[in-house]
């Protein structure tokens, strides 16, 4: 029987890895420079979403061996890609949804890592907790962000900074700890031909 290629494995977790990064750093860009214009955010973030979602479309069908971090980023994937590229091709429309959209985007995927972080418990993943901590603390910047209680862009820029930030934490945290990637792992369905072979030996 012949064994799953990793590759695809690799692929998943270092792009999770690289996009947590870049998450991270635009979250430092906007805190440190809250001027900065809205063209320039919606485009960064525009384009950082589609290419996460590409991200986890890849981890969802590299079925790694836990199957945790990636289990339901088939629908989340397409999703936010479909959110990047209405936020970058729709910028004049874009502008006035852009904190909401991100705030419910994040939102969403802290509840989908609350989910993770039991699932790790069950399967003996000693850093469980710090999924679930760092989920519940993700969830409330981004509630916050979705009700906006600031009219003005530059808190606005800085809270959005504060999201992005705990954002590419959590998904940075999430890969590097569920994500266990085995050399030697078999496709999921059982290959008849071959035991029917073993039995004939």
């Known amino acids: 029987m012949k064994v799953r290629s990793v590759t695809p494995m690799w692929i998943a977790k270092i792009g999770y890895i690289v996009m947590s990064a870049v998450i991270f750093s635009l979250g430092i860009l906007f805190i440190a420079l809250p001027d900065i214009s809205m063209q320039t955010i919606v485009k960064a973030l525009g384009t950082t979403m589609i290419f996460f979602g590409c991200v986890k479309l890849i981890g969802y069908f590299s079925k790694d061996l836990f199957r945790l971090a990636f289990q339901y ?14 936020i970058l091709f729709k910028t004049c429309n874009a502008i006035n949804l852009l904190f909401t959209v991100i705030g419910i985007s994040v939102l969403a995927d802290s509840l989908f890592k609350l989910q993770i972080a039991f699932d790790s418990r ?17 969830g409330i910047i981004a509630l916050v962000l979705v009700f906006m209680p600031f009219k003005n862009i530059k808190a606005l820029s800085i809270l ?3 999201t992005l930030i705990t954002e590419g934490i959590l998904n940075l945290f999430v890969a590097i700890t569920t994500v266990k990637i085995v050399k030697h792992q078999y496709p999921d369905f059982i290959d008849v ?9």
């Open 73 to 86: 980023d088939l629908q989340f994937g397409v999703l936010v890609f479909v959110l990047g590229f209405v």
């Open 122 to 138: 069950r399967f003996g993943i000693k850093k469980w907790w710090g999924i679930l901590a760092l989920g519940i603390l993700t």
């Open 193 to 201: 031909d071959f035991f029917e072979k073993e039995d004939e030996n």
């Open 160 to 162: 959005l900074g504060v």
